[in-house]
């Protein structure tokens, strides 16, 4: 089993719908969770991070994060045509300070 | 604002070269890192530093080193290049502290080994 698992897509997602991106991990004490964006051919930039259950707001962006289920998501509010992209969940290692990241959500909004 | 910065975006080397990715930084930050990153296999560590001249293995650190002699700088070596080791390699750094630590990245250089 892979550590982090995220559905590698492609999403597709009409213009101004929610987008939803999911991710699970499988180290039980890991604490930290980030969501990145990857435009293609530039390297991630770091859009949301979460450290406790339950949910974080920042404009657009929601992330969700159940530690009892290993699962944490990213919302897209009115999703735009900018922000296709891959985005890539990280979760930190074994309490370390190593992230290891899931191969990506390659995301579309169709306009 | 954290500013990574690669020595080339772009870069062909011939099998068997020694080739050096540096990477410098301007906040002062304890912890870098280097990852390969490969369409199908994600973001993968190759290795990564808490201090200078300390270094630690990642998960893939065969056939390359890394040095950091000072705080700021942070260079990936191959030893012997080979065609297995064309990849995009992002340099990653941060503040260090915990867990919470948040990385960021460098803009990449895409490697082509001929």
């Known amino acids: 089993q892979k550590e982090v698992e995220q559905n590698s897509g492609p999403l597709s997602v009409p213009e101004g719908a929610i987008a939803s991106l999911n991710c699970t991990y499988s180290?039980?004490?890991?604490?930290?969770f980030f969501w990145y964006r990857q435009y293609s051919g530039k390297s991630p930039e770091l859009i949301m991070s979460?450290?406790?259950?339950g949910d974080k707001e920042d404009g657009r962006f929601t992330a969700q994060l159940n530690k009892a289920s290993q699962y944490v998501s990213l919302l897209i509010r009115d999703s735009q045509p900018s922000d296709s992209a891959t985005y890539l969940c990280a979760v930190n290692s074994q309490g370390a300070q190593k992230l290891v990241f899931g191969q990506g959500t390659r995301l579309t909004i169709n306009p | 604002d954290v500013k990574v910065t690669q020595s080339s975006r772009y870069l062909v080397k011939r099998t068997g070269e020694k080739v050096f990715l540096e990477c410098v930084q301007d906040?002062?930050?304890?912890?870098m890192f280097w990852y390969r990153q490969d369409p199908g296999l994600g973001l993968r560590l190759i290795y990564f530093s808490y201090d200078v001249k300390m270094k630690e293995k990642g998960d893939i650190p065969e056939g390359y080193s890394v040095s950091r002699e000072k705080k700021e700088r942070f260079s990936l070596i191959l030893e012997s290049a080979s065609t297995n080791q064309t990849s995009m390699y992002l340099c990653a750094t941060g503040r260090g502290g915990g867990p919470s630590d948040t990385q960021y990245f460098g803009p990449g250089t895409r490697l082509t080994v001929l």
């Open positions: 180290d039980r004490v890991s604490q930290s």
């Open positions: 906040m002062d930050h304890e912890n």
């Open positions: 979460i450290y406790s259950n």
